[in-house]
T-cell receptor, first 116, second 112 residues
Framework: EAQVTQNPRYLITVTGKKLTVTCSQN?????MSWYRQDPGLGLRQIYY???????DKGDVPEGYKVSRKEKRNFPLILESPSPNQTSLYFC???????????????FGEGSWLTVV | QKEVEQNSGPLSVPEGAIASLNCTYS??????FFWYRQYSGKSPELIMF????GDKEDGRFTAQLNKASQYVSLLIRDSQPSDSATYLC????????????FGSGTQLTVLP
């Protein structure tokens, strides 16, 4: 079954304690990205990756890091989480960049993160 | 200025009616347009995409694109209570490396 898997799904953590949200896809997709969703603001892109070892900033990258050492994995790292990073996070992937109809974006189920 | 704008709603329609959801975008060079449906607490799911001016129909859904007016809409015919969700408009802008920009979403409620 084609899927994007995120972990953890739910996490409460304290300010300053480093955490990593993992993301894995089993579709051999080249393109992966991270979004955060906040009330009234919709989905905002944090980082994206066009392929292995190729990453770039999205609209709201501050306070986040990513890496793409393998094609299937794209972890999101919060080195020193702060309360304003409390949000719902989605990982997404697609076959490749571009507007082709084959490039459906698949979303993970989301990770609810609370920083206190 | 927001790149992709939607009325946040909530929009309420009676069961069986046509629901009309609207979206405007600021980048005139935008190429690809998507509508996602998101149930509360769930991930977005793609319901329609459109690239060319005009209408595109898929079952009860019709996407309409007018690039001159920088406007894309989604019509849902014969609305059902199960259509109650937040609908997200998304746009891939010109020159972008697959940077999909989302609107803030319109909350739709279909009343039985």
């Amino acid at each position: 079954e084609a899927q994007v898997t995120q972990n953890p799904r739910y996490l409460i953590t304290v300010t300053g304690k480093k955490l990593t949200v993992t993301c894995s896809q089993n579709m051999n997709h080249e393109y992966m990205s991270w979004y955060r969703q906040d009330p009234g603001l919709g989905l905002r892109q944090i980082y994206y990756s066009m392929n292995v070892e190729v990453t770039d900033k999205g609209d709201v990258p501050e306070g986040y890091k990513v890496s793409r050492k393998e094609k299937r994995n794209f972890p999101l790292i919060l080195e020193s989480p702060s309360p304003n990073q409390t949000s719902l996070y989605f990982c997404a992937s697609s076959l490749r960049a571009g507007k082709s109809s084959g490039n459906t974006i698949y979303f993970g189920e989301g990770s609810w993160l609370t920083v206190v | 200025q927001k790149e992709v704008e939607q009325n946040s709603g909530p929009l309420s329609v009676p069961e069986g009616a046509i629901a009309s959801l609207n979206c405007t975008y600021s980048d005139r060079g935008s190429q690809s347009f998507f509508w996602y449906r998101q149930y509360s607490g769930k991930s977005p799911e793609l319901i329609m995409f459109i690239y060319s001016n005009g209408d595109k129909e898929d079952g009860r859904f019709t996407a309409q694109l007018n690039k001159a007016s920088q406007y894309v809409s989604l019509l849902i015919r014969d609305s059902q209570p199960s259509d109650s969700a937040t609908y997200l408009c998304a746009v891939i802008s010109s020159g972008s490396a697959r940077q999909l920009t989302f609107g803030s979403g319109t909350q739709l409620t279909v009343l039985p």
